[in-house]
């Protein structure tokens, strides 16, 4: 007969060094021996778990990590995901079902990227801007590369297109990282999502960038 595995992710702030992970792993293991344990990220930083003053929720790239690798596990997979600077307080911790997975975690935001798709809120107009339609979205992520990762969905992204970050207007979406050596470009990456990147390069660099940056996508008015 063959034994269900259940698989649980981990996404903690806990590093590798000392042994909260393995005694993580050891309760998990203790409650379900048949466990298959996955670890997504340990090494989340401190400046990625910190508040931000004004909204209280954890740094965007806390979110991005765990939902961008959730994606790629079976739909019955749990999440487990523990990062919170206000651990050891009364914070509840929260568990949500959804199509793709269960995702378990403290109920300041932590999960609120992997599930978002399935929470219906309603959408705000855009604001006319000197004769251009501005939307877009903001730096959720910057890889080892120095790619602008951000949340921005790729069919979002009108044809025709123009991005601006950082006071820098990039023309329309290369196909490839190699179209524009040395040169900022922007690009649909391997998560579906709008990437600023410079061919060969680091962009985060060019740009003085950080996470939390506002990118806009600019069209003209009709």
């Known amino acids: 007969m063959a034994v269900n595995r259940p698989v649980i992710t981990l996404t903690t702030d806990f590093g590798t060094r000392d042994p909260y992970v393995g005694a993580m792993k050891g309760v998990i293991l203790s409650r379900c021996p048949q466990a298959n344990i996955v670890d997504i990220s340990h090494e989340i930083s401190q400046a990625a778990i910190s508040y931000r003053a004004d909204s209280h ?7 991005y990590v765990l939902a961008s690798a959730a994606t790629h596990f079976p739909p019955d997979a749990i999440h487990v995901a523990v990062v919170d600077p206000g651990v050891g307080s009364d914070r509840r911790s929260i568990a ?11 109920d300041n ?6 599930i978002c798709e399935y929470i219906q809120t309603p959408a705000k107009p855009n604001d006319d801007i000197d004769g251009a ?41 290369s196909a490839s990282y190699s179209e524009a050596v040395g040169k900022l470009l922007a690009i649909i ?8 990147a ?3 390069g680091n962009a985060a660099r060019t740009l003085n960038s950080t996470i939390g940056d506002r990118v806009a996508i600019l069209t003209e008015s009709p």
């Not at 929720?57 to 979110?63: F, I, L």
């Not at 079902?97 to 403290?106: A, E, L, M, N, Y």
């Open 189 to 196: 990456g391997s998560e579906g999502t709008v990437e600023i």
């Open 57 to 63: 929720t954890p740094h965007p790239t806390t979110t």
């Open 96 to 106: 949500v079902h959804t199509p793709s997975g269960t995702f378990v975690g403290p």
């Open 109 to 114: 935001g932590l999960i609120s990227l992997a």
């Open 198 to 200: 410079v061919g060969n």
């Open 133 to 173: 339609n501005l939307s877009g979205g903001t730096v959720v992520h910057i890889d080892r590369y120095g790619n602008l990762i951000t949340n921005i969905p790729a069919d979002s992204v009108p044809v025709g297109s123009a991005f601006e970050v950082a006071g820098q207007r990039i023309e329309g979406l």
